[in-house]
């Protein structure tokens, strides 16, 4: 469980996090979205103890991150994959790790193993790492305390197509067995597969949240395509459906496929496509993060 | 997951100081820049003994002289063994981690701390050893005329100024936070303040109770008086105690990014 209550973030006369406010539960996988720059990190950051806020306060666990007595045993935190030391191994990393948060040796082992760096790569020093090997020790360290919460900075970040459906296959495997995660991303593609509830940010603001199903609600669209351009737009117009043509001859509709369907049968217009609107998401979330100044 | 009945405050506990301690420990030697950092410590009076047995008076060389020697090392070095335990957590910006796994700072802080004197102390050893073998090559070699006696209280001071050397470099590293002004500062500093007592007479006498070099001198042999205990003191709350202080309240409210 991660609540975040009017959380913000100052530095001078910029605001970086303004009065950010929402709630991760367990089982769930929430994904952080927002563009470069739109404060998640600064948020994460305060989440983690690491970044003192301004106002507002977060809570892990129902406990304030920095009143936590050993937090890597109830919250895996990614938050920067660079953030080791180059001169150590992989495994001395996790090592190191397991001896300080007090879980056995071979914990560190399993972990190395789950995320694909046992062996060779192990005793490997870390500045040998490529980005996607660092994301991958990260996540295999945020999990070595075997915590109820994860914390992931744009884990994805660096991994290959195959990576990045590896990690979402651990990380909804852990939201299932009662995990709350919460990953942030600036790309829609890589959390939407995975993610179960979206958090939107922009200039340090929520902009939207909630489930697919959520956000998308009252922004349903269908896009039709005829054989005769002409003679579907006459026929949407005679069913009197509000209809926006495209360069291609293509139409979007205000109106659900059955209706778009029946209006060119009813007129005898042969389709080509029927289908919802755009991406819904991917829409969405480019209009709700467009860089202007938000609607007072 | 694990099903927690107490509170994640008290549960599981935090980390004991002694495990933090020896996490530092090991932060301190497991890498390669480390260790070799460490064999350098102890090698640089391993060649400074043989370069007095071959230069210096018979009679000048005792086990007292050869232990001042193999100081050497822990003097010039400590210092930077203990900046870098702790700059080494921006540069190599572990801190993101570290403190991620540690939220209360300070116990950070007293942990590098404690493993700073343990190295400290780990010097002695090894300077013991160096200053014994350096006495006996030179007495077979025919060039060691001096006495074997080793006063007590010189191995206690050299104790007291290896730590002191680590902890002052960790002070400079927390206030500072980066390494190369902090090794920068460590040693230009002290040269700083003891060529402005060389080149302005009328400073000698005040700044003589902030010159840590100085201040340190008389602890080389027995019969250190009143007045030079006092010094040593001003002098180490100048370069230990307050950057120290400093650092700490630094480190607690910096962002760690």
Not at chain 1, 107 to 132: E, N, Q, W
């Amino acid at each position: 469980m991660i609540e975040v209550t009017g959380l913000s973030k100052r530095y001078g006369d910029v605001t970086a996090v303004h009065g950010m406010t929402f709630a991760c539960a367990p089982g769930t996988v929430t994904g952080f979205l927002g563009p470069n720059g739109a404060g998640k990190s600064t948020t994460m950051r305060m989440i983690c103890g690491m970044t003192p806020p301004t106002t507002g306060t977060a809570t892990v666990a129902g406990t304030e991150y920095r009143k936590i007595a050993n937090p890597a045993r109830h919250v895996g935190a990614l938050l920067d994959p660079s953030a080791q030391h180059g001169g150590r191994t992989g495994r001395e990393t996790l090592a190191l790790t397991a001896r300080l948060i007090g879980v056995p040796p071979r914990r560190a082992d399993a972990m190395l193993d789950m995320v694909g760096l046992a062996g060779k790569a192990a005793r490997r020093p870390v500045r040998a790492y490529s980005l996607g090997m660092r994301q991958r020790l990260g996540i295999a360290q945020a999990l070595l305390g075997d915590p109820s919460v994860l914390i992931l900075d744009e884990p994805a970040n660096g991994l290959d197509p195959e990576g990045i459906r590896w990690m979402r296959t651990l990380l909804r495997g852990f939201a299932d067995k009662g995990g709350t995660v919460l990953l942030s991303s600036h790309l829609l593609r890589e959390v939407e597969a995975v993610a179960d509830r979206f958090v939107v940010v922009a200039r340090g603001r929520v902009v939207a949240q909630g489930t697919a199903a959520d956000l998308l609600a009252g922004r349903t669209g269908t896009f039709v395509r005829g054989l005769d351009p002409a003679a579907l737009g006459a026929a949407l117009a005679a069913a009197g459906l509000p209809a926006t043509p495209d360069a291609s001859g293509a139409f979007t509709v205000a109106a659900d496929a059955a209706r778009v369907g029946r209006a060119a049968a009813a007129a005898g217009a042969v389709l080509v496509e029927l289908r919802p609107a755009g991406d819904g998401l991917e829409d969405l979330f480019l209009s709700l993060t467009a860089d202007r100044e938000p609607v007072a | 997951m694990t099903a927690l009945a107490a509170s994640p405050a008290v549960a599981p506990p935090r980390p004991s100081l002694a495990r933090l301690t020896g996490v530092e420990l090991r932060k301190m030697t497991d890498t390669r820049a480390g260790r070799w950092l460490l064999v350098l410590v102890a090698l640089t009076g391993v060649v400074a003994v043989p370069i007095v047995i071959a230069t210096s008076p018979g009679r000048d060389q005792g086990l007292q002289d050869m232990f001042s020697i193999a100081q050497l090392g822990p003097q010039l070095l400590l210092p930077v063994v203990g900046i870098l335990a702790v700059t080494a957590e921006w540069s190599q910006r572990t801190a993101l981690t570290t403190f991620a796994l540690v939220p209360v700072r300070w116990r950070v802080a007293v942990a590098k701390l404690l493993a700073g004197a343990v190295l400290g102390l780990a010097s002695l050893p090894v300077t013991l050893g160096t200053a014994v073998a350096g006495r006996g090559a030179g007495g077979l070699a025919g060039r060691s005329e001096g006495s074997w006696h080793l006063p007590l209280f010189v191995v206690g001071t050299a104790a007291f100024l290896a730590v002191a050397n680590v902890l002052t470099g960790m002070a400079f590293g927390m206030l500072l936070m980066n390494t190369p002004l902090a090794i920068t500062l460590n040693f230009v500093l002290p040269v700083a303040l003891t060529t402005l007592t060389q080149t302005v007479h009328r400073l000698r006498g005040p700044l003589g109770w902030i010159d840590l070099n100085r201040a340190t001198e008389p602890l080389s042999d027995v019969g250190v008086t009143s007045g030079e205990w006092a010094r040593l003191a001003t002098a180490l709350a100048v370069w230990l105690v307050v950057p120290l202080a400093a650092g700490l309240v630094r480190l607690n409210r910096r962002e760690i990014n």
